[in-house]
């Protein structure tokens, strides 16, 4: 079987595999369509947090697929279901996980980069980690069912988003973007930032989806929150930029009293502002990862037709030729480029 492995930093091939065979309570899945994000893109690039990475590595970890065959002791999975994986396993046993925070679990593993992932045509997988997919979301939506569950955590658990709500979200990557339809599809007024390079792509994508825009690169920030807040500021800020600007900016245009969740982690050292964050009695949450209450709602979200993950998903790019998708991912030609190892 084909797999897509990284050799190296910013080195993969497309290598031939031996067919892994499903041991005890594990499933074989028939890959159909697995997508690449940020994570991948800094694994790809070996950036700093990411260079234990073991190489040569199956990377992949967000996909759907079809169960061919199930090993002793499955019970929950049947041959030809549809599922998706959540990737990331908990250890079950430390202190968060007993306490209800599995997604901040102290010894998690990640698909794709703990172990082997999924940019293959098949990869095996303890039953335990699925989710089934309901039978109106195809497997190409559903191949992005991580990171909407990423962005349905964000939107839905720690953030304070009622309808009507005036709602910035501070990056159009992949986690921004879903976390944008997230809160559209609660009926919050909803403005997605970005930079001259987002107006290629990631911009447009949103305004197909009926979201408003800006390119701060190009209009000035504050006219726009002045604007569309009549000058009281967002309730809820999400940075998605992954960048120490993001979070200083979203306490800038929150209003007192609103919300800044950070979703992206911010790649330098973040001695923040504190003073305003006190006199304004801002909440500034976090987001890390999801949870399985979290995979349900991004799946029966998809299912009622409250998002369109279809019209993100960019099928563009070619098992044979990955590099290509990460190129165009790390120049901002892409949001969400998947790669479709089967046909339904
Ligand atoms: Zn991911
Ligand atoms: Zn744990």
New binding site residues.
């Given amino acids: 079987m084909k797999a897509i492995v990284q050799t190296g930093p910013e080195e993969i091939e497309v290598q031939e595999r031996e067919q892994p065979t499903p041991g005890e309570n594990e499933v074989l899945v028939e890959v159909h369509t697995a997508?690449l994000?940020?994570?991948?893109a800094h694994a790809y690039k070996y950036d700093g947090g990411y260079e234990w990475i073991p190489l040569p590595r199956v990377m992949g970890?967000?996909y759907s697929g079809r169960v061919v065959a199930v090993g002793d002791g499955v019970d929950q999975y049947a041959v030809g279901q549809k599922v998706v994986e959540e990737?990331i396993h908990h250890c079950g046993e430390c202190f968060q996980c007993n306490n209800g925070q599995e997604n901040v679990c102290q010894n998690f593993s990640i698909t794709g980069m703990h172990t082997d992932g999924a940019y293959t045509d098949y990869t095996v997988v303890d039953q335990r980690h699925l989710h089934a997919v309901p039978e109106d979301v195809p497997l190409t939506d559903a191949a992005i069912t991580?990171?909407t569950s990423i962005a349905a955590r964000a939107v839905l658990d720690r953030s304070v988003t009622t309808p009507g709500d005036n709602v910035l979200v501070e990056g159009p990557g992949p986690i921004g973007v879903l976390t944008a339809v997230v809160a559209d599809s609660l009926g919050a007024n909803v403005v997605v930032s970005g930079l001259e390079k987002d107006t290629a792509y990631r911009l447009p994508l949103l305004e197909d989806q009926s979201i408003d825009t800006v390119n701060v690169q190009d209009r000035d920030l504050a006219d726009v929150t002045d604007a569309v807040t009549d000058g009281v500021g967002f309730d809820v800020v999400f940075d998605a930029t992954g960048h120490r600007s993001g979070v200083e900016e979203g306490i800038e245009h929150v209003r007192k009293g609103g919300q800044v969740v950070m979703v992206g982690i911010p790649n330098e050292s973040s001695d923040l502002f504190m003073a305003p964050v006190v006199r304004g009695e801002i909440d500034v949450d976090s987001s890390y990862g999801s949870k399985w209450r979290n995979f349900e709602q991004a799946l029966r979200l998809m299912e009622r037709g409250a998002v369109d993950v279809g019209a993100i998903v960019d099928r563009s790019y070619d098992v044979d030729d990955p590099e290509d998708a990460f190129r165009a991912f790390l120049a901002s030609e892409t949001c969400k480029p998947v790669f479709t190892f089967a046909d339904e």
Wanted: a negative charge; charged letters at 30%; hydrophobic letters at 0%.
């Fill in positions: 997508g994000c940020g994570s991948d970890h967000e990737p991580e990171p």
